[in-house]
């Protein structure tokens, strides 16, 4: 019923930028919060940042100053811009949201995953 498509992540140098998309498509009646999480291999998925509905933003103290989250309502698309990136941001990167369906129920969904891997 509800798919998340993530797509932008590769390989970049250290102090490099890239940007992430993950869109929302299915019978979707509306979006909550949407966020990007990342996870390395042995580890727990961690936030990286949320973006609720309204626009309000939270970020992991690792990433913030450094990335951007962003959201077209209309489209049901969460972005996040990552510029400066380090070595030690290298991870797979997940998108999660919270999805209403036309049927009034809940999907709290996730993203099949995209890495993201700093050279340095």
Same mark, same amino acid.
């Given at each position: 019923?509800?798919?998340?498509?993530?797509?932008?992540?590769?390989?970049?140098?250290?102090?490099?930028?890239?940007?992430?998309?993950?869109?929302?498509?299915?019978?979707? *009646?509306?979006?909550?919060?949407?966020?990007? @999480?990342? $996870?390395?291999?042995?580890?727990?998925? %961690?936030?990286?940042? +949320?973006?609720?509905?309204?626009?309000?933003?939270?970020?992991?103290?690792?990433?913030?100053?450094?990335?951007?989250?962003? *959201?077209?309502?209309?489209?049901?698309?969460? @972005?996040? $811009?990552?510029?400066?990136?380090?070595? %030690?941001?290298?991870? +797979?990167?997940?998108?999660?949201?919270?999805?209403?369906?036309?049927?009034?129920?809940?999907?709290?969904?996730?993203?099949?995953?995209?890495?993201?891997?700093?050279?340095?």
């Amino acid at each position: 019923q509800v798919q998340l498509v993530e797509s932008g992540g590769g390989l970049v140098q250290a102090g490099g930028s890239l940007r992430l998309s993950c869109a929302a498509s299915g019978t979707i *009646r509306s979006v909550s919060a949407m966020g990007w @999480y990342r $996870q390395a291999p042995g580890k727990q998925r %961690e936030l990286v940042a +949320v973006i609720t509905s309204s626009g309000n933003t939270n970020y992991a103290d690792a990433v913030k100053g450094r990335f951007t989250i962003s *959201r077209d309502n209309a489209k049901n698309t969460v @972005y996040l $811009q990552m510029n400066s990136l380090k070595p %030690e941001d290298t991870d +797979v990167y997940y998108c999660g949201a919270t999805i209403w369906l036309l049927n009034w129920s809940r999907r709290d969904s996730w993203g099949q995953g995209t890495q993201v891997t700093v050279s340095s």
